[in-house]
């Protein structure tokens, strides 16, 4: 079975804090994604990547960046948290197109961090 | 506002019974999925449609597909209190990498 793991299921951090999710997949998937989850609102995409050190925003990508250096790895970070920041955060994988950017599978969601900035 | 837009919002009916809800969406799409979250975990994979498909079927689900009134249903048959959910529409819209999810439909089924 496909496992997407995450590094924390809760988290509570302060407002100016750096902030590191992490996000772990083990089928050798080419695409990983990062979303937040707001009640209301839905999933949203905050990045993308389809390739090892590749990335594109999604939609709401202001105050977040990201880093994936090895292909099973896919890192969020918060520059500096910010009570508006908080929410559930949720990754995924999908398999796709060798090189290419295809959104012709289903996704794999981890289990979810719910960060909480005070 | 989202590409996908489930509706009703919630319902609620009594086990054994059947639950069917909507998804519409605005542009062309390679696919349309379905997932369901139960309270506060990650997304499952429930099944995925291809836009060439119109009905498919898995297990006490069936998904239909209408791209001319770019909607699609999934209805769950016989209900178990073990569906209490929210259910999520993905669709692929053409020519992007993006999934884009509505705000989901809170299914609740009473033993």
């Known amino acids: 079975d496909v496992k997407v793991t995450q590094s924390s299921r809760y988290l509570v951090k302060r407002t100016g804090e750096k902030v590191f999710l992490e996000c772990v997949q083990d089928?050798?998937?080419?695409?990983m994604f990062w979303y937040r989850q707001d009640p209301g609102l839905g999933l949203r995409l905050i990045y993308f990547?389809?390739?090892?050190?590749?990335?594109e925003k999604g939609d709401i990508p202001e105050g977040y960046s990201v880093s994936r250096e090895k292909k099973e790895r896919f890192s969020l970070i918060l520059e500096s948290a910010s009570t508006n920041q908080t929410s559930m955060y949720l990754c995924?994988?999908?398999?796709?197109?060798?090189?290419?950017?295809?959104?012709?599978?289903?996704?794999?969601f981890g289990p979810g961090t719910r960060l909480t900035v005070l | 506002s989202q590409q996908g837009e489930e509706d009703p919002q919630a319902l609620s009916i009594q086990e054994g019974e059947n639950a069917t809800m909507n998804c519409s969406y605005k542009?062309?799409?390679?696919?349309l999925q379905w997932y369901r979250q139960n309270s506060g975990r990650g997304l499952v994979h429930l099944i995925l449609?291809?836009?060439?498909?119109r009905e498919k079927h898995s297990g006490r689900l069936r998904v239909t597909l209408d791209t001319s009134k770019k909607s699609s249903s999934l209805l769950i048959t016989a209900s178990r209190a073990a569906d209490t959910a929210s259910y999520f529409c993905?669709?692929?819209?053409?020519?992007?990498?993006?999934?884009?999810f509505g705000t989901g439909t809170r299914l609740k089924v009473l033993a």
């Open positions: 995924a994988s999908s398999p796709g197109l060798a090189g290419g950017r295809s959104s012709y599978n289903e996704q794999f």
């Open positions: 089928m050798d998937h080419e695409n």
């Open positions: 990547s389809y390739d090892v050190k590749m990335k």
């Open positions: 542009t062309s799409i390679n696919n």
């Open positions: 449609i291809r836009s060439n498909e």
């Open positions: 993905a669709t692929a819209p053409r020519g992007t990498y993006k999934y884009i």
